[in-house]
C-alpha cells in the first residue's frame, strides 16, 4: 500500500510514517516545513518527503497513493486537501489509520493527562523492553535509551503517548478516542488547548470517552490525588481501577519523598533514578502500575528504572560554559514549568536560576493562563520572556515578580541580557515547546565568547 502522508514532520505523524515504512508499505508524505530532525530521520528511512502542500501531489509523486493520511495541521483551504476532496480520493487521519492498521492487533497501552505523556511514555516502554517484552511504541519525543520516538515489533504490547489534542480537521474528538487501550494511564488533568477546548468540562468530557474505551478486563491507572480525574470517573468507568499518589494520598501505589514504593502498603523497594522532581517520581509510580498490568513486577520495574536516561527536551542539559550549565525544557504550561523549577532546585540547591520562557503554545499565546505565569515562575532567581510574538503585555503580567522578570521582544537582545548576567555556578534554564531560535547554542556560543 502507498501511503501520502500530510503534516509527515510531525512527531506523531513522522512515528506513523517509519511505521508504516517498517511494516513494508511505501510511504511518501509533505509538510509546510521540511527540517531536521524529523526530515533527517525519515529520509535516512528512504521515505520521500515534499516541501510544500501543492495541488501538483496529487498528479506527481501522490498520484498512486492509496491512501492520504492527514495530520491535526491540515485543515479546509489547503490546496493539496482540497485536490484530494475533489478528486474523490481515499483518506484517512493519521490515529484511525494507526488503530485500525496496527493497534487493532495488539495489546495497547496509552498514557494520557495534561502533564508528563512523554516521560510516562519512554519510562513505561523502557520498562518493557528491559523486561524483555520487546514493546512497539510511538511516543511524542525521543527516549534517549532508544534513539528515536517510534518502532514496530512483533511483539504483542504497543506503547502509546494518548494525546487529547483532536484528531483532524473532519474528526475533532480527541485522538485518544482511537487508539482502544487495554491499560490506559491517567496522569493528571488541566485545563490546556484552548484554542479548541472552551472549558474544562470539555476535557473532561473527552477523557471520560477514553474511560469508556477500556474493556471490563483493562485496567484504568489513575492518579489518585487528581481531583479532575477522579470527577471523570464519577461518570462512570466499566473496567479495573488502580491508583497510585505520593505517601499520605489515597492510592493502591504509594511513594515516598525517599523513593520508597509502596502497594497495598507493602514496600516494593526504592525508586533511586536520574529524573529530577517530585512529578517524575509519580510518573515513574504510573510506568509501574502499568507494567505491573502485564506482569512485569515492581522489582523489576525499579530495576529498570534505576537504568532509565530521560527523554530529550525534558530538562536535557545542552552545555555548560564557565560553569555556567543551560538546559532545554518543553515545559509551556505553568504547572508544568512549576514542576520543572522545583525538579531544578532540588538538585542544584541554592545555586541561581535564571528562568527563560518562550510563551508559543496556542494556549500561551492566547493569554489563557497568563495569570499563573508569576507564581509558576516563583523559584527563579531571575527571569526572562520571549515576547516576540504575544498579543498581550508580558511585562504586565510579570511584575508580581518584583523587578526579577524583564521582558524582551529580540532574540539577540535576549541571548545578551541573558550572557551579561550569568556567572559561574548559575542554572540557564529555557523552556519552550518550539526551536525558540536556536537559543540553545546561540546563548552557550555567547557564553563562550
Known amino acids: 500500500m502507498h501511503l501520502h502522508i500530510l503534516g509527515i514532520c510531525g512527531t506523531f505523524m513522522g512515528g506513523i510514517a517509519a511505521i508504516a515504512q517498517a511494516r513494508g508499505h511505501r510511504v511518501t508524505g509533505c509538510d ?50 482540497e485536490a484530494v476532496l475533489n ?21 495497547v497501552l496509552a498514557v494520557a493527562g495534561t502533564h508528563g505523556k512523554t516521560t510516562t511514555s519512554s519510562m513505561l516502554a523502557w520498562i518493557l523492553d528491559h523486561a524483555g517484552l520487546d514493546p512497539s511504541f510511538l511516543i511524542g519525543g525521543v527516549p534517549v535509551d532508544f534513539g528515536r520516538s517510534a518502532r514496530t515489533t512483533d511483539s504483542s504490547f504497543f506503547v502509546i503517548e494518548a494525546d487529547e489534542y483532536d484528531t483532524a480537521f473532519f474528526d475533532k474528538r480527541s485522538k485518544f ?20 477546548f472552551p472549558d474544562l468540562a470539555a476535557i473532561e468530557t473527552q477523557f471520560h470517552h477514553l474511560v469508556r474505551t477500556v474493556p471490563g478486563d483493562g485496567r484504568v491507572v489513575v492518579n489518585g490525588g487528581d481531583a479532575n480525574l477522579a470527577r471523570v470517573l464519577t461518570r462512570g468507568c466499566w473496567s479495573e481501577v488502580e491508583r497510585f499518589a505520593s505517601e499520605g494520598a489515597e492510592g493502591d501505589w504509594t511513594i515516598a519523598d525517599d523513593g520508597t514504593v509502596r502497594l497495598g502498603g507493602v514496600s516494593q523497594g526504592r525508586l533511586a533514578f536520574g529524573e529530577r522532581g517530585r512529578h517524575n517520581q509519580l510518573n515513574a509510580l504510573a510506568a509501574m502500575a502499568a507494567a505491573r498490568h502485564v506482569g ?66 496556542n494556549t500561551m499565546m492566547l493569554g489563557t493562563m497568563k495569570a499563573a505565569l508569576p507564581g509558576s515562575l516563583g523559584a527563579a532567581d531571575h527571569v526572562y520572556c520571549y515576547a516576540g510574538n ?40 529555557i523552556m519552550s515547546n518550539g526551536g525558540f531560535g536556536g537559543i540553545h547554542e546561540k546563548l552557550l556560543d555567547r557564553l563562550r565568547a
Open 32 to 81: 509546510a516545513n521540511v527540517y531536521p530532525p524529523m526530515s533527517t530521520q525519515l529520509e535516512a528511512l528512504g521515505i520521500g518527503l515534499t516541501e510544500g502542500y501543492g495541488a501538483e501531489q496529487l498528479t506527481g509523486v501522490a498520484a498512486d497513493a492509496d491512501v492520504f493520511v492527514v495530520g491535526n495541521v491540515v485543515s479546509r483551504g489547503n490546496p493539496l486537501m
Open 87 to 107: 478528486a474523490g480520493r481515499p483518506y484517512v487521519s493519521g490515529p484511525q489509520w494507526l488503530y485500525e492498521n496496527v493497534l487493532a492487533e495488539r495489546w
Open 177 to 196: 478516542v482511537h487508539y482502544r487501550p487495554r491499560t490506559a494511564v491517567l496522569n493528571n488533568l488541566e485545563f490546556d488547548h484552548a484554542d479548541i
Open 296 to 361: 512485569v513486577p515492581a522489582a523489576q520495574s525499579l530495576e529498570a528504572l534505576a537504568a532509565f536516561r530521560g527523554v530529550r527536551r525534558r530538562l536535557e542539559l545542552r552545555g555548560s560554559v564557565r560553569d555556567v550549565a543551560v538546559y532545554d525544557d518543553f515545559a509551556h504550561h505553568p504547572t508544568a514549568i512549576a514542576a520543572t523549577l522545583e525538579g531544578l532546585r532540588r538538585t542544584v540547591g541554592r545555586a541561581r536560576i535564571l528562568a527563560v520562557l518562550e510563551p508559543r503554545s
Open 390 to 429: 504575544l498579543g498581550w503585555d508580558a511585562k504586565a503580567v510579570l511584575a508580581p515578580l518584583d523587578g526579577r522578570a524583564e521582558v524582551h521582544a529580540n532574540l539577540d537582545t535576549l541571548v545578551d541580557a541573558i550572557a551579561s548576567r550569568a556567572t559561574s555556578g548559575d542554572h540557564v534554564l
